[in-house]
Nanobody, 118 residues
Framework: QVQLVESGGGSVPPGGSLRLSCATSGFTFSSIVVSWHRQAPGKERELVAAISNTATWTKYADSVRSRFTISRDNNKNTVYLRMNSLKPEDTAVYYC???????????WGQGTQVTVSS
């Protein structure tokens, strides 16, 4: 049974930092593309960042490029999202998603809340 569990969310002031973790289990980790998405109240879920199965490419939403960094540790079956210079508009529930390369089935975690407020 596959599973993704997000952690690391919380409440920080503007300009603060957080590191989110997406711990996976039940996958062949080296074969999955993993992405972070977020959903703010009243808004659609949006892609934040993604990383290939071999970490040879990453991509970011324009709104977070240069502030957020996605990475993966294939020894720990975990993907991270380092978020710096946080802004109030980054407030959302953050979800990680996994997909095997070349396949369309998606697997989602339960989400972790990030709140940026003074």
């Amino acid at each position: 049974q596959v599973q993704l569990v997000e952690s690391g969310g919380g409440s920080v002031p503007p300009g603060g930092s957080l590191r989110l973790s997406c711990a996976t289990s039940g996958f062949t980790f080296s074969s999955i593309v993993v992405s972070w998405h977020r959903q703010a109240p009243g808004k659609e879920r949006e892609l934040v960042a993604a990383i290939s199965n071999t970490a040879t490419w990453t991509k970011y939403a324009d709104s977070v490029r240069s502030r957020f960094t996605i990475s993966r540790d294939n020894n720990k079956n975990t993907v991270y999202l380092r978020m710096n210079s946080l802004k109030p508009e980054d407030t959302a529930v953050y979800y990680c998603k996994a997909r095997y390369t070349g396949r369309t089935t998606e697997y989602w975690g339960q989400g972790t809340q990030v709140t940026v407020s003074s």
